[in-house]
């Protein structure tokens, strides 16, 4: 390993990157924090429509329930390390003012989501972390005596151990484009193909198109039925569209359709205006999905450390893993919990102590 190698290079200024980076600045692992785009946390903007719901304070075992397998064993071990309440100290801790809803959603208490990239943004200036902007990672080299080198268009970065943390394939302007997942395909890893999670329904039945515009926030629920029975009802807010037909509860019902690939189903929708069903339901497109299924195979990983398995120094974090939850906090705790599982076993390794 190079002389001068940086302790850890983290890829992606997003969720995962970021909470990496307050993390190793507090457990004294050395690193860069490495971003494609001009600035760092933009899908984080956009969460929750820009209000951002960081995490659900529930109890890790309820969360996992809620997120179900075969993400759920995968995760356990980065959730019961980082449950919801030590993500939202953390950010507390970090100096964000936050606001708990009925259900236990947890907000910034602005209603901004500005203000949690911001206080990340605060975290890494005070603790001096050196942040490149404007710069994707175009590649991943192991090197023979150990360690990795990061390649950038111009130049390169040596580092004991890389954390890649690139994100999903949905809303590819936010720079979440699938770099991660084609790394880790050069290196040999396994790649489940990528497909939209949490995202809208397309129909062409006409009785649904005619409501566009209403909106049920209270007692809606959607189902996925197969074979004439429920398999699947997920309660929230249902909205008819021009196209179709959108709203947590319909995203819900498409997560599960993405994950259990189901030959074919229909969609049941019930309102205060009635029942409606969805005989040939189309999902939108990946683009649009609030969170990607499929990515680095979870049998690639080991999950005690998010460390690739049989490439030491090489973790992943994020969305770039073949890991994802419901609406409602879940998906930015799984990159939160995630990061800070691979940045401890880093830090674990070499036993870093916290700073003074
Ligand atoms: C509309 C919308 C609303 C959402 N609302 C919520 C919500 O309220 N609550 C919730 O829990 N989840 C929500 N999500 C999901 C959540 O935002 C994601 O799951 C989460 O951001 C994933 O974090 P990540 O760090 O893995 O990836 P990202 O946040 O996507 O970050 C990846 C980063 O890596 C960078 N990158 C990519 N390739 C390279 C490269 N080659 N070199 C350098 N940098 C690179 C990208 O530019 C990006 O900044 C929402 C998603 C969307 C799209």
């Avoid at 942040?131 to 990061?150: D, F, H, I, Q």
């Avoid at 979440?176 to 990528?194: K, W, Y």
């Avoid at 999670?197 to 197969?226: C, F, M, N, S």
Wanted: charged share 25%; net charge positive; proline share 5%.
């Amino acid at each position: 390993m190079n002389a001068g190698a940086v302790e850890l290079a983290i890829v992606g200024g997003g969720a995962a990157g970021l909470f990496a980076a307050a993390v190793a600045r507090d457990r004294g692992v050395g690193c860069v924090l490495i971003e494609r785009k001009a600035r760092v946390g933009s899908k984080m903007l956009m969460t929750a429509n820009g209000r951002c719901n960081f995490t659900k304070d529930l109890p890790p075992e309820r969360m996992l329930a809620d997120i179900g397998e075969p993400v759920a064993s995968f995760v356990r071990p980065a959730l019961e390390a980082c449950p919801p309440a030590a993500i939202a100290a953390a950010l507390r801790d970090c100096g964000l003012r936050t606001r708990r809803m009925e259900d236990g959603r947890l907000f910034p208490a602005s209603g901004k989501a500005a203000d949690v990239v911001h206080v990340f943004g605060d975290r890494l200036r005070e603790g001096a972390v050196p942040l490149l902007t404007n710069a994707p990672v175009c590649g991943l080299r192991r090197e023979s005596g150990g360690g990795w080198t990061v390649q950038l268009q111009d130049f390169s970065v040596s580092a004991a151990n890389v954390l890649v943390a690139t994100g999903g394939m949905s809303f590819p302007k936010t720079g979440s484009v699938g770099d991660g997942q084609t790394f880790a395909r050069q290196l040999g890893l396994a790649i489940e193909p990528c497909r939209a999670g949490l995202v809208g329904v397309e129909t062409d039945e006409r009785t649904v198109q005619r409501l566009a515009g209403r909106r049920y926030e209270e007692g809606a629920t959607a189902a996925v039925v197969l074979d004439g029975h429920g398999r699947v009802r997920c309660a929230g807010e249902v909205e008819f569209e021009p196209w179709g037909v959108s709203g947590a509860a319909v995203y819900d019902c498409t997560r599960w359709v993405a994950r259990h690939r189901p030959h074919a189903w229909e969609l049941r929708l019930e309102t205060a205006d009635g029942v409606f069903m969805l005989r040939h339901p189309r999902p939108r497109p990946l683009k649009e999905a609030i969170v990607t299924v499929g990515g680095v195979s979870r049998d690639a990983v080991d999950p005690r450390t998010m460390g690739a398995r049989g490439l030491p120094g090489l973790y992943f974090a994020g969305e770039v893993l073949d890991i994802d939850g419901p609406t409602g906090g879940y998906n930015l705790t799984l990159a939160f919990a995630t990061a800070s599982l691979a940045v401890e076993a880093i830090a674990g390794r070499r036993g870093g102590g916290r700073r003074a």
